[in-house]
Nanobody, 121 residues
Framework: QGQLVESGGGLVQAGGSLRLSCAAS??????MGWFRQSPGKEREFVAA????????YYADSVKGRFTISRDNTKNTVNLQMNSLQPEDTAVYYC????????????????WGQGTQDTVSS
């Protein structure tokens, strides 16, 4: 329980789109989040979807461009990323947890291995 596996990363030109998926073993009975980390930078919050709810939260830098969604029937959480820019280049991580402060790393207990997304200019 709690194993997360991301997929869907890759290389895209600026202005393009990518869709990330996170498959969760044992179901997604947690708050689910996406974080990202660029070389030389700290891991930062991207988006979160609250368990048993339709509530979602986004970092200001991605608001209006990224959409997080849950598919409880498939135990997956997706991140649709549109209008991508070079500054979105990072390793993207899926996370699951039940603590408060969902925009912080400490709120998540389980983490995926990460998937590299590269946006070329």
């Amino acid at each position: 329980q709690g194993q997360l596996v991301e997929s869907g990363g890759g290389l895209v030109q600026a202005g393009g789109s990518l869709r990330l998926s996170c498959a969760a073993s044992g179901g997604i009975y947690y708050n689910m989040g996406w974080f990202r980390q660029s070389p030389g930078k700290e891991r930062e919050f991207v988006a979160a979807a609250i368990r048993w709810s339709t509530d979602t939260y986004y970092a200001d830098s991605v608001k209006g461009r990224f959409t997080i969604s849950r598919d409880n029937t498939k135990n997956t959480v997706n991140l649709q990323m549109n209008s991508l820019q070079p500054e979105d280049t990072a390793v993207y991580y899926c996370a699951a947890g039940n603590e408060a402060n969902i925009t912080t790393i400490r709120a998540y207990r389980y983490w995926g291995q990460g998937t590299q997304d590269t946006v070329s200019s």
